[in-house]
């Protein structure tokens, strides 16, 4: 009797690299463990626009308001990066799409991998991806609007 192989799809593997080049680009950011805070009333709402798509991002994490507010200053830029929950997150912020980003996870990055990166609809569509994933990080995203509530 010859042993079973594991079969190993080449979509799960690079899912798999993703995953690992994505916890590492976090780490070597020195970022810091995922803490969210759902519940807090305290912080940004930030929209922003992936190619005429919209979504919305609670941020509590101190470092990325500060990110943020840096980026309205035109004093900086990066690409929202941040560990993808299902939906529509606190207050709804992010309806009417079915997912958000952690409010403390968020950060700007320089850099991310691919695996991670699309569009609004493309992660309403394959939200089990991305979430398997555990990120989200639109490249062509840009910041058109910001609402302290602190």
């Known amino acids: 009797m010859r042993p079973i192989k594991p079969r190993v799809t080449t979509r799960r593997l690079l899912l798999f ?28 709402l930030v929209t922003f626009d992936v190619n005429g798509e919209q979504f919305r991002v609670w941020v509590t ?5 500060g990110q943020l507010y840096r980026i309205l200053d035109g004093l900086g830029g990066g690409i929202p990066n941040g560990g993808i929950r ?4 606190f207050e709804n912020h992010n309806a009417p799409w079915n997912w958000h980003l952690d409010a403390d996870d968020i950060r700007m990055a320089e ?24 990120r989200y ?3 062509d995203a840009r910041l058109v609007s910001f609402f302290d509530r602190r």
Do not use: K, M
């Open 17 to 44: 690299i993703g995953v690992v080049a994505a916890t590492a680009a976090i780490t070597a950011c020195g970022a810091d463990p995922i803490s969210p805070d759902e519940t807090s009333s305290s912080g940004l």
């Open 61 to 65: 994490n101190r470092r990325t308001i």
């Open 86 to 89: 299902r939906g529509p997150g």
């Open 111 to 134: 850099v991310t991998t691919a695996v991670c990166n699309g569009s609004p609809s493309q992660v309403e569509a394959q939200l089990d991806d991305y979430i398997a994933v555990g």
């Open 137 to 139: 990080c639109p490249w």
